[in-house]
């Protein structure tokens, strides 16, 4: 048995295919599960809160171990072609150099403010939320200094003992999370990462590009329907080694 055994983990769901994975390490680590979900505002806001749901189910989450929450402000205030529905979601350039339209202005420090607060409260001494670097759309919010910042923050900002936000992908590519996923039993089935759809996704913007191909190089079945399925060009960053990164 893990030494975090026993350990309470607020685990960060979107309900996309890196919280998925993410969850199921935190669960083989041996925490004790609290999952976290926030909308706010997105076009696919009830798909992932399906999503969400059928997590939770599939790792038994008691609902008192729940927690869904809205931040809709952030749709009010935009700058996002996820919130903003004035603002074309952007086809798929994974050679892209700046930040996609989809990046939500500070989103994630609104997220784990909110974990840290209920950390605080319930007793918990790790956040866990499944940020990607190396095989990403640039995000300024899911880099390492990012949240070595952010966890100097919690050095001096939390009341309540030590508190510390583990991110176990953020090294890894899409190909290394899916292999994770499909070796923890992570159930990525019942996962949704598609930006502009909610029924069927739609295979060509970002967060499904990178999804198809992280699948395709994984050799996988990508279990969810897509309207089309393209095929992405490999990238060098691909392993076929699958390290479990580091917190």
């Not at 992932?48 to 929450?69: M, N």
């Not at 798929?92 to 909110?114: C, K, M, W």
């Not at 939390?158 to 039993?185: M, Y």
């Amino acid at each position: 048995m893990s030494a975090k055994s026993g350990n309470d983990a607020i685990v960060l769901v979107s309900g996309g295919l890196d919280s998925c994975v993410s969850t199921a390490w935190a669960a083989n680590e041996g925490y004790r599960l609290r999952l976290l979900h926030v909308s706010y505002g997105q076009r696919t806001e009830q798909r992932e809160a399906k999503a969400f749901t059928d997590i939770a189910a599939y790792y038994s989450v008691p609902p008192e171990r729940q927690l869904a929450v809205s931040v809709e402000y952030l749709a009010r205030i935009g700058g996002s072609s996820l919130t903003d529905p004035t603002i074309e979601v952007e086809r798929a350039d994974l050679e892209r150099q700046g930040i996609p339209n989809s990046y939500v202005p500070f989103r994630n420090t609104h997220l784990l403010a909110i974990a840290a607060s209920w950390a605080e409260v319930v007793g918990a001494q790790r956040i866990v939320i499944g940020a990607v670097h190396e095989d990403s759309s640039g995000y300024p919010d899911c880099t390492p200094a990012y949240y070595r910042a952010f966890n100097a923050l919690l050095e001096v900002a939390s009341a309540r003992g030590p508190l510390i936000v583990e991110t176990p992908l953020i090294s890894l590519t899409k190909s290394q999370i899916v292999r994770l996923g499909r070796d923890l039993n992570a159930p990525l089935h019942v996962t949704w990462s598609c930006y502009s759809s909610t029924d069927v996704a739609c295979g060509v913007c970002d967060s499904c590009a990178l999804r198809l191909r992280g699948f395709q190089e994984a050799g996988v079945e990508d279990p969810i329907p897509y309207a089309i399925r393209p095929r992405y060009a490999s990238t060098s960053k691909s392993s076929s080694s699958c390290s479990r990164g580091q917190p």
